[in-house]
């Protein structure tokens, strides 16, 4: 007979008055899922969850799912179960929507680790109350497995690589430099080409680099209260010189005091990618950076636009796919792996925000980001 505590039973809706049968039901979803109270006391914990945990039902009703039950960690083995991270006690007073599943490592009876997929939410009384929470989780272990033997073939093959590039690359700068001694026109000028595509190709072993970290899913986040008008100032200035050097108009409008909880590095390789493909991909006309706060929504607002070559509607919504790049005269003249959007919606989506693209083939495209996050003094957008 299934296990339950009836504390909570009675307080559900009419939907649920047969919890006995509803028992029935949740048992045979190959799922793990449990109910708890308020305060995350396990009132109900089906057959999955004990498969996937090693935890019977008689273990684990009536205590905390906090007390050093399934000990849920982020992926980087940081402890998510005090209240002021724990995700399902977020839903259920903090007003927090349920959010995307969550990759978490949860203990095992056997004292080992499972990588399990999680969705949280919140259970009401018919007054609106909340009366509990819901948690829904599935073993992922190994298809996490195999994407972390991805991830460290990426890793190997791409160090493997980077090291007789960065040879190569020391070695004709010193001919360039006619260190070696001096060079007629044309061998300058074959060196130079030869020089142009190992540069291009250090590029490519980066983005797989990056791909490598973004896939593993070990790959830790420093979340930290940060001005992120300052970021989008920083990768603005360091852009500015490249854009003048192409003739393009660069125009950027941040309002100050932007602040969020983030990853200062990560951000701002987002904002280069989105900032850099524009430049590269625009042959005249402008580029414009603006960033403001939506006092409607409660986000932080960030769009990247530039009249370049734009992306055919076709390819609009695949473009943030791995290796996915738009197939065009224009894309195949600036060479490229499909690998900085993809890493640009990765670092988007871990900060729990979005980003949308508009785009009119050879008319130019604007990216637009929203960030949680407050304007402290900013204006909006």
């Not at 300058?188 to 899913?217: C, N, P, R, W």
């Not at 192409?246 to 409008?253: A, N």
């Not at 932007?258 to 850099?276: I, M, P, W, Y």
Request: aromatic share 8%; glycine share 8%.
């Amino acid at each position: 007979m299934t296990k339950y505590d009836n504390n909570l039973i009675k307080k559900l809706p009419s939907i649920f008055s047969n919890f006995d049968r509803l028992a029935d039901i949740l048992n045979q979803i190959s799922d793990g899922i449990y109910i708890t109270d308020p305060d995350r006391k396990i009132l109900f914990w089906n057959l999955a969850a004990e498969k996937i945990t090693g935890y019977r039902q008689e273990d684990v009703l009536g205590k905390y799912c906090a007390d050093n039950i399934l000990a849920h960690t982020d992926m980087a083995g940081n402890k998510l179960c005090g209240e002021d991270l724990c995700p399902l006690h977020k839903t259920m007073h903090e007003n927090q929507k349920p959010g995307s599943p969550l990759k978490v490592k949860a203990k095992h009876r056997d004292g080992g680790r499972v990588v399990v997929e999680v969705s949280f939410t919140p259970l009401y009384s018919p007054e609106k109350e909340i009366i509990g929470g819901l948690e829904i989780f599935r073993d992922v272990s190994e298809s996490v497995e195999l994407e972390e033997q991805k991830a460290r073939f990426f890793s190997s093959l791409s160090h493997e690589l980077k090291t007789p590039l960065a040879n190569m690359q020391g070695y004709l700068e010193l001919i360039l430099a006619k260190d070696a001694g001096p060079l007629n026109e044309v061998q300058e000028e074959f060196l130079k080409t030869v020089y142009e595509q190992e540069q291009k190709l250090s590029a490519i072993i980066e983005d797989l680099l990056d791909m490598g970290h973004f896939e593993s899913t070990d790959f830790s986040y420093e979340k930290n209260l940060l001005d992120l008008s300052e970021v989008l100032n920083n990768v603005a200035r360091s852009f500015y010189a490249m854009a003048l050097k192409k003739g393009l108009d660069f125009k950027y409008d941040l309002a100050p005091g932007l602040t969020l909880l983030g990853d200062r590095e990560r951000l701002t390789q987002a904002f280069n990618n989105l900032l850099g493909n524009a430049i590269k991909y625009t042959e005249k006309g402008t580029i414009e950076l603006n960033a403001g706060y939506d006092r409607e929504s409660g986000e932080i607002v960030v769009k990247v636009s530039d009249s370049g070559i734009g992306i055919p509607e076709d390819d609009q919504k695949a473009i943030f796919e791995m290796f996915y790049r738009v197939e065009n005269p224009g894309t195949r003249s600036q060479g490229g792996t499909g690998v900085g959007l993809y890493v640009v919606d990765r670092i988007i989506k871990r900060h729990d925000g979005r980003i949308h693209l508009e785009s009119t083939n050879g008319a130019g495209s604007t990216f637009t980001v929203y960030l949680p996050g407050s304007p402290d003094g900013g204006k909006e957008s």
